[in-house]
């Protein structure tokens, strides 16, 4: 079995060149550790420190320096049409119910969801059903404080 050493965004090699591919829906490309099998049998091991966050095109780089695709399932997703300040509005809805968005474009585009469908409508939505790989934002760092400044003292006056 192979150990996955790295992983290379899509933008940086050629998916002509990938020994095999995985495919695995949204939820399964956040990993920390996990047995992989591709399409063609290559068997791997994605084993890292902290979970990584595998997006559509990656390739995950195994121990002999063959690269593997990582494939995106297709998935039923709603895509959401608005113009311009229109699509700022309605992804602010959406992250006030911390829905996963994918920012396609000028689209937004979510998991089906009868309720989140219903408000987008309400709110002047065009939605357009497809089926297709999913991947959303990845979540923002966690704030913390900022450089010299501690909390070890009392802001109270």
Known sequence: ?????????????????AIDRVTLAADDRNRRRI????????????DFEKPVSLRDGDGLVLDDGSI?????????????????????RLAWHLGNRHTEVQIVGEHL???????????????GAHLIPLEAAFDPESPAPAPGPGPGHDHGHDHGG
């Open 1 to 17: 079995m192979h150990r996955v050493t790295s992983i290379k965004p899509a933008s940086e090699w050629s998916a002509t060149t």
């Open 35 to 46: 047995v992989l099998t591709g399409a063609n049998g290559t068997q791997m091991l994605l």
């Open 68 to 88: 593997v695709a990582v494939v995106g399932a297709p998935e039923p997703l709603i895509e959401v049409c608005a113009h311009g300040l229109e699509s700022v």
């Open 109 to 123: 585009r979510i998991r089906r969801d009868h309720v989140l469908e219903e408000m987008l409508r309400g709110l």
